[in-house]
């Protein structure tokens, strides 16, 4: 069955714009060979502004290189293939050894539009006319990123963290479930699916440095949200590990009500990390991790004076302290994360009301 999302609607969209905007300027300011400012634009357009920011700085710097490397051997050797095939390999090194692995195979047929087609100007003649079309392509498709359908990369991180943050709820509520005694057969699907978002969250992650400096001044304080979660994914992990001993858990209750009251307070911390970060607009209100972990501590202690440790076996203490310390763990990352979610949610608050006009003004409209 075809799947053709809104997304896909709107890049399929941007992407005719950008090559057909530069083609037509392109042969308007009569470029040689405005074709390639056409396939340029085409090429670097992304999905969001920050994907189409790194492809252009790496092509960018790639054609240059390209094309720097073919003036000599055009100049000396002409249309010679053994020159041909060196100066492909000098451009795939030089690119490679900068980082520059998105943009080698576009240095590369850079090098060869210029040695391999028949020129009667100066050497570096069809070099700088290759850069300046590439270079001019890709200028195109910056725009268009920006001003058709505009989509940043530090929208999508935000937008994926907060999944993440709904998806780790969901899966620790699973976890505990299956410690309690009722297995969960979701917890597999549910990690695999965490698993997914963070791999997608760090691929975001690298797009969004391109753009943190002009469209979001959330970037930081998201990145702050990203590394918390990856923290704390680890930390659901451990509790996994204590609920493999599932149905077999008389020592938890010893120390309830007071863990059940830490894991709604994580559990009711994650859903409002994904409230805020996936619904703009959505006010933050603090959990008290402070009083929680304090009542926890407090039972605990108690427990280890009164020496009811003596009627349970060790090894399901054992599992029950791996349960304990992981999610004092989770309890400690999740309080220190709630001021970046604070700052993000009355900065979105502030903005909105920036672009909200007054009653007032809606009403004599």
């Excluded at 090429?43 to 073919?70: D, F, K, P, W, Y």
């Excluded at 402070?290 to 399901?316: C, G, P």
Aim: net charge positive.
């Amino acid at each position: 069955m075809f799947h053709f999302s809104r997304p896909d609607y709107r890049h399929a969209i941007r992407t005719a714009i950008a090559g057909t905007a530069a083609m037509f300027f392109a042969k308007y300011l009569r470029l040689p060979e405005a074709y390639w400012a056409a396939i340029s634009a085409i090429i670097v357009l992304q999905a969001n502004l920050g994907a189409a920011l790194r492809e252009s700085t790496n092509r960018i710097a790639a054609t240059a290189i390209g094309a720097t490397v073919a003036i000599p051997f055009l100049a000396y050797f002409g249309t010679n293939l053994i020159g041909f095939a060196l100066a492909v390999f000098i451009t795939v090194v030089l690119c490679s050894l900068l980082n520059l692995q998105s943009g080698m195979r576009l240095g590369a047929v850079t090098v060869g539009v210029i040695l391999l087609i028949e020129h009667h100007s100066k050497p570096w003649t069809p070099a700088l006319h290759r850069f300046l079309e590439v270079s001019f392509g890709i200028v195109v498709a910056l725009i268009v990123a920006n001003l058709v359908f505009p989509t940043t990369a530090t929208a999508k991180l935000r937008d994926t963290v907060g999944r993440g943050y709904a998806t780790m709820a969901t899966l620790l509520t699973a976890i505990l479930n299956k410690y309690r005694g009722t297995p969960d057969a979701e917890i597999g699907a549910l990690r695999a699916k965490m698993q997914s978002l963070l791999r997608a969250a760090e691929e975001l992650r690298a797009q969004s440095k391109y753009e943190s400096t002009l469209v979001s001044a959330d970037y930081e304080l998201i990145d702050r949200m990203m590394e918390c979660q990856t923290i704390m994914f680890y930390e659901v992990s451990t509790l996994d590990l204590a609920a493999r001993r599932g149905g077999e858990n008389n020592f938890y209750r010893e120390l309830l009500p007071e863990i059940d009251s830490l894991v709604t307070g994580i559990e009711t911390t994650l859903n409002r990390f994904a409230n805020v970060l996936t619904i703009k607009g959505t006010a933050y209100q603090r959990f008290d991790f402070t009083f929680a972990l304090a009542a926890l501590s407090d039972k605990n202690l108690a427990v280890r004076e009164l020496r009811l440790s003596q009627k349970f076996e060790l090894e399901e203490i054992l599992h029950f302290h791996t349960l304990l310390v992981g999610l004092e763990n989770l309890a400690t990352e999740a309080d220190s994360a709630q001021a970046a979610v604070a700052a993000i949610a009355s900065g979105t608050q502030r903005r909105s009301k920036r672009l909200t006009p007054p009653a007032s003004t809606r009403t004599n409209r």
